[in-house]
T-cell receptor, first 112, second 111 residues
Framework: GQQLNQSPQSMFIQEGEDVSMNCTSS?????WLWYKQDPGEGPVLLIA?????ELTSNGRLTAQFGITRKDSFLNISASIPSDVGIYFC????????????FGPGTRLSVLP | SQTIHQWPATLVQPVGSPLSLECTVE??????LYWYRQAAGRGLQLLFY??????ISSEVPQNLSASRPQDRQFILSSKKLLLSDSGFYLC??????????FGPGTRLTVL
């Protein structure tokens, strides 16, 4: 089946630093979603991308839909302690809502 | 606005006991509904999805089942729990387009 790879698997950064993470696949996706999950809670949707090349921001977060449609990137600027969590990417293959594929997540730790 | 509820929030059950987790969505109609399981420190595994009342698709073979008795209600069940059923169960809904929203989750521990 389709798989998404996320890198890095985990990262430790200093507060105030910028963060970059990405999601890649061998399949072409029509939609890319980025989520953040805090411990013991459900994932929260951060950014949704619908067009190849699209660049979308949500506050300090910026995500891009790769031109090849096989990858996506998430950047966080000026990290703060509440950015700690697991970041998941998800891709949608078709035009039907049921075909979402999730990556394994990037665990972010922010050191004060 | 739409909201999604799950209950219970936490559950501790003995091996071999039955299970029923409930998920309801408010503020929308005819949503696509999903059940995921998340093992500790791991990603999300899709268990079931539903595009309408009584329509359930299973992604992985297991001793779990799902039902959708009403448009905005999705239930995850088991007749006999296994130790390996422990995990964090997440319900999600989609308007049928290009986004998906998650509930708060249920932490299940099977002893």
């Amino acid at each position: 089946g389709q798989q998404l790879n996320q890198s890095p698997q985990s990262m430790f950064i200093q507060e105030g630093e910028d963060v970059s993470m990405n999601c890649t696949s061998s399949s072409i996706f029509n939609t890319w979603l980025w989520y953040k999950q805090d411990p013991g809670e459900g994932p929260v949707l951060l950014i949704a991308l619908y067009k190849a090349g699209e660049l979308t921001s949500n506050g300090r977060l910026t995500a891009q839909f790769g031109i090849t449609r096989k990858d996506s990137f998430l950047n966080i600027s000026a990290s703060i302690p509440s950015d700690v969590g697991i970041y998941f990417c998800a891709g949608q293959l078709g035009n039907y809502g049921q075909n979402f594929v999730f990556g394994p997540g990037t665990r972010l730790s922010v050191l004060p | 606005s739409q909201t999604i509820h799950q209950w219970p929030a936490t559950l501790v059950q003995p091996v071999g006991s039955p299970l029923s987790l409930e998920c309801t969505v408010e503020g929308t109609s005819n949503p696509n509904l999903y059940w995921y399981r998340q093992a500790a420190g791991r990603g999300l595994q899709l268990l079931f999805y539903s595009v309408g009342i009584g329509q359930i698709s299973s992604e992985v073979p297991q001793n779990l089942s799902a039902s959708r008795p009403q448009d905005r209600q999705f239930i995850l069940s088991s007749k006999k729990l296994l130790l390996s059923d422990s995990g964090f169960y997440l319900c999600a809904w989609s308007p049928g387009t290009d986004t998906q929203y998650f509930g708060p989750g249920t932490r299940l521990t099977v002893l």
